[in-house]
C-alpha cells in the first residue's frame, strides 16, 4: 500500500471519526467538524509539502533525454 493512497483513505475517516468522538465526548458539533477538519487539512499538507511526491529516478532522466535530442 502506498502512502498517498493511505492519506486518501484517512481523510474521511479522519473527518467522520473525529467528528463523531469529539461529539460524543462533549464538544459541540459546530466545534468538533472545523477541528477535524483541520486535522484533514494537516494530513493532506503534509502529503503534498512535507513527503512531496516525486517521479521515479529513471521515469525523469528519460524523459530529459528525449526532450533534448
Known sequence: MNYYDLILGLI????LGLTALLTTVGVGL???VPVAGAVSVGMIGHAMFVRT???ALGTDAAATSAVNQ
Open 53 to 55: 511526491p516525486t517521479d
Open 30 to 32: 459546530t466545534a468538533a
Open 12 to 15: 474521511p475517516l479522519t473527518l
